[in-house]
């Protein structure tokens, strides 16, 4: 495995890595992002559907669970799985078709479906590491 770590001091830091993501982003590949409420995974999902050449509002999926971006390089799914209580109800939204798809996923709070995360997801993990300073943030990325 390989492990990359960024800084991030501001929301704008966290949105362009979000884009870097997203233009290196390939056909298949998962990202199971963790991260306390207010990390900032919503923005780095909105950076990875800019670097994905998707030009529309990117809006968080906490209610509707998965958003479908398409007409950027290639589409891109947003999930925001907090409030999903059992893995099951993933079925019921035919994840696996995305999941094992030709585009590219996010997964906001994966641990709340850990055992549907495909082996071989890239791990995002976003902390406030400096409690000082509300907006930096430590954000490993693990492939």
């Known amino acids: 495995m390989d492990m990359q770590?960024?800084?991030?001091?501001?929301r704008e830091d966290t949105y362009e890595l979000g884009v870097k993501l997203g233009r290196e982003a390939v056909a298949g590949e998962v990202y199971a992002v963790t991260g306390d409420l207010g990390a900032g995974k919503t923005v780095l999902a909105k950076g990875m559907a800019k670097g994905l050449g998707f030009e529309g509002v990117v809006n968080s999926p906490t209610f509707t669970v998965m958003q479908e971006y398409t007409g950027g390089r290639l589409d891109f799914y947003h999930f925001d799985t907090?409030?999903?209580e059992e893995?099951?109800?993933m079925y019921e939204l035919d994840y696996e078709e995305y999941f094992f798809g030709k585009g590219?996923?996010?997964?906001?709070?994966?641990?709340q479906i850990e055992e549907?995360?495909?082996e071989g997801a890239i791990?995002?993990?976003m902390e406030y590491d400096r409690p000082e300073d509300i907006e930096h943030r430590r954000i490993s990325i693990e492939r």
């Open 87 to 89: 893995p099951e109800e």
């Open 116 to 118: 549907l995360i495909p």
């Open 104 to 111: 590219v996923c996010l997964v906001e709070w994966p641990e």
């Open 123 to 125: 791990r995002i993990k």
């Open 82 to 84: 907090y409030r999903i």
């Open 5 to 10: 770590v960024y800084e991030s001091t501001n």
